[in-house]
């Protein structure tokens, strides 16, 4: 089966410019969660939805980052306009649930690396 | 707060020599522990849930164990390519948000 599948692999853009990031899930997971990794702050995450309506945005860093699922297998992470602050890796995982009892596994995509000059 | 602890930040190890990695954490109600390997360009891959104090789960050279304050991530006879590194992140009984802790990046030398 294939894994979760991001795109762009690696982003390169200019400060101010518009860049979207892409996850496609794993067939038959209902939740997906977007997550930026950096040196200084580890895996944070952005924020979460489950079949398709976002639960949790707390993580979302300011109005300038937002993020879609207009349909059960597919998100976007849409950053407008971009900062060089904003350079990271962003990560994408889905997984089944949530579920009652039994805590559910996070499946990771292999990110896209964003550089804003 | 909640937090996740992981010790060492790094650790290196000759090919064949076992060691650990521990992963303390203080939560008011823990409901899964999680371990996750990444190598250098890729996103993070699952290795094991554990749910209760006790709990023991292996995978090949790796073997997860848990207490109710810690977790240990026993790598035994590593090889070079177990290098990577190793993250653990918990999972609150009145949540779905993994906590993440910094990881421990593991290099093995042949």
């Known amino acids: 089966d294939a894994g979760v599948i991001q795109s762009p692999r690696h982003e390169v853009t200019e400060m101010g410019q518009e860049v979207t990031l892409r996850c496609k899930l794993i067939?038959?997971?209902?939740?997906l969660f977007w997550y930026r990794q950096t040196m200084m702050r580890g895996l944070e995450l952005l924020i979460y939805?489950?079949?398709?309506?976002?639960?949790?945005d707390s993580g979302m860093p300011e109005d300038r980052f937002s993020a879609k699922m207009p349909n059960a297998s597919f998100s976007t992470l849409k950053i407008q306009p971009s900062e060089p602050r904003d350079s990271a890796v962003y990560f994408c995982?889905?997984?089944?649930?949530?579920?009652?009892?039994?805590?559910?596994?996070?499946?990771f995509g292999p990110g896209t690396r964003l550089t804003v000059t | 707060e909640d937090q996740v602890t992981q010790s060492p930040e790094a650790l290196r190890l000759q090919e064949g020599e076992s060691s650990s990695l521990n992963c303390s954490y203080t939560?008011?109600?823990?409901?899964?522990l999680f371990w996750y390997r990444q190598d250098p360009g890729k996103g993070p891959e699952f290795l094991f849930t554990?749910?209760?104090a006790g709990e023991e789960k292996e995978k090949e050279r790796l073997k997860a164990t848990l207490t109710k304050k810690e977790s240990f991530l026993h790598i035994t006879a590593p090889k070079p390519e177990d290098s990577a590194t190793y993250l653990c992140?918990?999972?609150?009984?009145?949540?779905?948000?993994?906590?993440f802790g910094a990881g421990t990046t593991v290099t093995v030398r042949a």
């Open positions: 995982a889905s997984s089944k649930g949530p579920g009652t009892g039994i805590p559910y596994e996070q499946y």
């Open positions: 067939s038959g997971h209902n939740s």
């Open positions: 939805f489950n079949n398709n309506v976002p639960i949790d």
């Open positions: 939560v008011s109600g823990l409901r899964g």
């Open positions: 554990l749910y209760s």
């Open positions: 992140a918990v999972l609150l009984l009145s949540d779905y948000k993994l906590s």
